[in-house]
């Protein structure tokens, strides 16, 4: 008992540490804070904006939205001491001239929220009264609760993005609007909530980047309903491949152990409902762990696959 109500006090002032964070420095570009974004569906949070060097009114970019936003450019910010560095990874491959000028939105995620703001709704409420019951109950194996006692709202979630999130965007920076330059890209929980991205909302989102999905849901695979049922969803729901690229990658170290056979399985659909090489990509990264600087060290791949010129 004490054990457990200790590592809810480190949750709570982990979440307290990561919401109270200073601005990011940018190695390369700028970026700007849209503080405590109000909403009419999810919790507020703060937005942070990267935009590249050179940025030009006179000029539109595509647009990639990333969860996780306070984990993605500066180590020195973050809970962990560690970022993707999202910053550097672009601002070297755009002075290549490797990919497409991009505007970068970070979207923080809830904190306590993070979980069922990120699950797929759709694939939950397919499950049995005792299968949604099972989920709920999951705990992490420090004894953590998975949901924080929150009830799933990745519906809402998409909602506030679409709906309110991209057009204060669109009508505040110099941005291509289309589905064609609309990208949203994530890790883990973020991976899952992109790929559900992409498919309610195909008429927004032309490609998704999927790093380290995190197919289980929760943090055990034996006698989880989740996978398969995120299977059924991706068979019934996933948009046309002509018009839309999906990205997937995995590693086989730390919590990314669990998804070689699950990814295999993804793969499987995937190939049924005809992607190809041109418009899906799913890497293996042997020996990389489920953490901040395994997504750093691969993140130009995903970039190159959406934003490729």
């Known amino acids: 008992m004490k054990t457990a109500f200790f590592s809810w006090c480190i949750l709570v002032l982990t979440t307290v540490q990561v919401f109270a964070q200073p601005l990011p420095l940018a190695?390369?570009?700028?970026?700007?804070?849209?503080?405590?974004f109000q909403s009419q569906l999810v919790d507020a949070r703060n937005v942070d904006v990267w935009l590249p060097e050179g940025?030009?009114?006179?000029?539109?970019y595509p647009v990639l939205y990333m969860h996780d936003g306070q984990m993605l450019y500066d180590a020195s910010t973050t809970w962990n001491k560690t970022a993707w560095d999202v910053d550097d990874v672009l601002g070297r491959l755009i002075q290549e001239k490797a990919i497409q000028e991009v505007i970068v939105v970070g979207v923080w995620n809830g904190g306590k929220t993070r979980h069922s703001d990120y699950f797929p709704q759709k694939p939950f409420e397919s499950l049995s009264a005792a299968q949604k019951e099972t989920v709920y109950a999951a705990a992490r194996s420090n004894g953590v609760s998975v949901f924080n006692a929150q009830k799933i709202n990745s519906d809402n979630y998409l909602k506030f993005l679409v709906t309110e999130l991209k057009p204060y965007i669109d009508k505040n920076f110099a941005t291509k609007t289309d589905r064609k330059n609309t990208f949203i890209a994530g890790s883990s929980m973020g991976g899952l909530i992109s790929m559900y991205a992409i498919c309610e909302y195909p008429e927004v989102f032309g490609g998704a980047a999927c790093l380290s999905t995190h197919w289980p849901g929760i943090f055990t695979v034996e006698g989880n309903p989740i996978p398969d049922a995120f299977l059924a969803y991706l068979r019934a729901n996933l948009p046309n491949p002509k018009t839309h690229k999906i990205y997937f990658d995995y590693g086989d170290q730390t919590l990314d152990a669990l998804y070689p056979p699950l990814q295999k399985k993804v793969d499987e659909v995937m190939e049924a409902k005809r992607y190809r090489k041109k418009n899906w990509l799913t890497r293996f990264f042997p020996g990389e762990e489920h953490s901040e600087k395994a997504w750093n060290k691969?993140?130009?791949?995903?970039?190159?696959?959406?934003?490729?010129?």
Do not use: D, M
């Open 27 to 36: 190695s390369t570009g700028t970026i700007r804070r849209i503080e405590n």
């Open 55 to 60: 940025y030009s009114a006179e000029k539109n």
């Open 298 to 309: 691969r993140l130009n791949v995903p970039l190159l696959f959406l934003l490729k010129k």
